[in-house]
């Protein structure tokens, strides 16, 4: 089970860190991601972050913005946004992957939490 926090309405620049709290299964062992969906779009990818080796890919989108992170000892993924634009409003979602790696696509993904909003005003 996963379930993200920290959606909200934010001003053009700011920053914001989302959160996905994960219960069930071993943290430790789960690839993490982030994806967003904006109304009438498809999902698209955010981030990634390994479980081997704490590697870290981003979307060409968010590169430089964003920091994916984890802390194993709370069962917690966390993305953060930064000089965030009216273009990343969107629904994000994470999602765990029981593969090695870097995985990009949702249906590498094993769970998924039900997302939480972040719209960003001009």
């Known amino acids: 089970y996963l379930e993200e926090s920290g959606g909200g309405l934010v001003k053009a620049g700011g920053s914001l860190r989302l959160a996905c709290a994960v219960s069930?299964?071993?943290?430790?062992?789960?690839?993490m991601g982030w994806f967003r969906q904006a109304p009438g779009k498809d999902r698209e990818f955010v981030a990634a972050l390994s479980w081997t080796d704490a590697s870290t890919y981003y979307a060409d989108s968010v590169k430089g913005r964003c920091t994916i992170s984890r802390d194993n000892a709370k069962n917690t993924a966390y993305l953060q946004i930064n000089s965030l634009k009216p273009h990343d409003t969107a629904a994000y979602y994470c999602?765990?992957?029981?593969?090695?790696?870097?995985?990009?696509?949702?249906?590498?993904?094993?769970?998924w939490g039900q997302g939480t909003q972040v719209t960003v005003s001009s």
């Open positions: 069930g299964g071993t943290f430790s062992r789960y690839a």
């Open positions: 999602a765990a992957a029981t593969r090695l790696g870097l995985p990009t696509h949702s249906q590498d993904y094993n769970y």
